[in-house]
Nanobody, 115 residues
Framework: QVQLVESGGGAVQAGGSLRLSCAASGSIFSSWTMGWYRQAPGKQRELVAIFSSGGSTNYADSVKGRFTISRDNAKNTVYLQMNSLKPEDTGVYYC?????????WGQGTQVTVSS
């Protein structure tokens, strides 16, 4: 069994910062890809950032330059540093890990950015 526990969400003013954390437990290896998705009210879930096992990263255009994804393989944890937050960043953020056909999601953490 693999479980993902997210933390770090909250409410901030525009221009503020938050750091999200997603800790994985169970049978997980460094070869698993880790990423963050978000879902705004009334919107579909969208990709925010991906950190592959090879160390490459990919960001949504809307967050590039403001968000940074990182991972600590020793702790089986992936982070999302969110700077210069905008109201449009508001939503529920979900951690996801994947390997081949295996896919696991975190429970989600609320991020609210006020204008």
């Amino acid at each position: 069994q693999v479980q993902l526990v997210e933390s770090g969400g909250g409410a901030v003013q525009a221009g503020g910062s938050l750091r999200l954390s997603c800790a994985a437990s169970g049978s997980i290896f460094s070869s698993w890809t880790m990423g963050w998705y978000r879902q705004a009210p009334g919107k579909q879930r969208e990709l925010v950032a991906i950190f592959s096992s090879g160390g490459s990263t990919n960001y949504a255009d809307s967050v590039k330059g403001r968000f940074t994804i990182s991972r600590d393989n020793a702790k089986n944890t992936v982070y999302l540093q969110m700077n210069s937050l905008k109201p449009e960043d508001t939503g529920v953020y979900y951690c996801r890990i994947s390997l081949a056909s295996y896919l696991y999601w975190g429970q989600g953490t609320q991020v609210t950015v006020s204008s």
